[in-house]
């Protein structure tokens, strides 16, 4: 058995952000990701092999995909489903408090069903 608590976090200002694996099983990785200001690097762009689902539980944050002409800004109980390999970016998290975030980390969905027909 293990426990938790989703709203935990570190004191005052990290270097990088917490991140938490609460569930890796059976092609899923769960995560809980803290973050305390932090942004992704100028010029770099997150691509991952897997589909991610992302809910905002705490604080606030913006998303940039790449190609869009405005970040998404995200507030708690926001989530967004990232596709695999669609380039996107954290532009900023507050710096006031933690951002708290749910990452769910899965497989693409076959898409044998689509060449039918």
Request: proline share 11%; aromatic share 6%.
């Amino acid at each position: 058995m293990r426990r938790g608590h989703l709203f935990a976090h570190p004191r005052g200002p990290q270097p990088g952000e917490l991140v938490e694996v609460l569930l890796d099983d059976a092609g899923l990785t769960l995560e809980r990701i803290v973050s305390t200001g932090q942004a992704t690097p100028p010029g770099r762009w997150d691509d991952q092999e897997r589909d991610e689902w992302v809910v905002l539980l705490r604080g606030s944050a913006a998303l940039r995909v790449e190609g869009a002409p405005d970040p998404l800004v995200l507030g708690p109980g926001d989530w967004v489903e990232i596709p695999a390999h669609c380039r996107h970016r954290v532009e900023w998290t507050d710096p006031a408090g933690p951002t708290v975030w749910l990452a769910l980390h899965h497989a693409p969905p076959s898409r044998e069903g689509e060449r039918a027909g």
